[in-house]
């Protein structure tokens, strides 16, 4: 289905509001039945300083669908799990 | 080198940051020294403690290659076999087999196409031209090819090409199949119905959007519920 059509079905004549609003549909799409899936890579660092186990989720990130880590002894990416609560043995992190 | 990793690694999310643990005493290939001492009190986590390329891999969805050229329910060609062969001079893939590409698995120039199953081929690549005798030369562009014999089983299959931002128009298609686009269309109609102020027809069509989007989830998924009837149920 073109654009046109959908604009044609909606009895809209803007063509840029009515891209911006399929756009704003697909995002709506994408956050709740998650129709295509998209990963990054980036190097995990050795901790020497106190912020370095921290990464920085994708900026275009619009549902989380998993973390994995690569298994270095056989190559393979495996699903990690999330916690809950950060170690409530640290006030303030500051050491690895 | 990380073992065991599913068990040993935990990920906790704050805000727009992502921060990594490593269970402390987990799996390593590390011998301790004689004169340390490892202090390992349970569960206790610590930070990651090595570098590995590539090492964190994010599954997410975004708003990635939103229009394509052409419907999703058209992007049917598709081709396998064994005899496919690929050359880095003219970055050609070729079959044996007399129009193979354009007749019998249905690719037009200009089409996508992602490679699988080769050694050093897999990849995404468009279609620029078809040559040799017989069409049996596939012209591509997008990806180097590598020289590779024939020999493994391939299969290449036309994928959506992405429509960039700039290009949007009104014969642009949004990246999703029919049924999502009778919702896109309920979520236009919202939107109109709001800038009118109209918001109980808004709200109408804002529920059959979401209608839509659980009916094309539930046509994924086959399942199917049964109940026993008691001997003396009304039937």
Known sequence: ?96 | MSYNVSEEWYYYLRGRELILYQLLGGSSNTRISQSGVLRSRGTELMYPNENIEDGLRVEYTSLNEPFVAEALETTTAYGSGINISFANSGARISTAIANFWDTTSGFVVGDKIRVQGSTSNDGDYTIDSFGGGSNVNMVVSGSTVTDEAAGERITVTQIPKEVVSASVSETSHPNVNQGLCLAVVDYVKAMKAEAEGDLTTKEYYIKEFYSKLGDNEGNKRKISMSFPSAPYAVR
């Open chain 1, 1 to 96: 289905m073109t654009v046109l059509e959908i604009m044609e079905r909606a009895g809209l004549k803007e063509t840029n509001l009515s891209v911006a609003w399929v756009k704003d549909a697909i995002h709506l799409i994408q956050s709740s039945s998650k129709q295509k899936i998209k990963s990054r890579k980036q190097d995990i660092i050795k901790s020497v300083g106190s912020d370095d186990n921290v990464y920085i989720m994708p900026p275009d990130m619009i549902a989380l669908e998993s973390i994995s880590i690569k298994d270095t002894s056989d190559g393979k990416y495996k699903k990690i799990k999330r916690i809950i609560n950060q170690p409530s043995y640290l006030t303030e992190d500051t050491s690895p």
